[in-house]
């Protein structure tokens, strides 16, 4: 397996805490497309604080279920 390849899926720490604290945003992750899922991560991978990665996982639940 290529490591770029892997590397553009893996989930940021805090994403993955975040979601797993949250099932409906964990739900709603689970349904998004390829590309979406592609968004969010990169989104979580720009984020500085604590408050910005709830917001994302957030906006996932209410925005997506």
Known sequence: MDGQASNSYDMPMGLSFQ??????????????????????VEAARN????SEMHQIVRGLEQ???
């Open 19 to 40: 979601l797993g604290a949250n099932p409906k945003a964990m739900d709603a992750y689970a349904k998004l497309n390829d590309e979406e899922k592609r968004q969010v």
């Open 47 to 50: 984020v500085t604080t604590k």
């Open 63 to 65: 925005n997506f279920c």
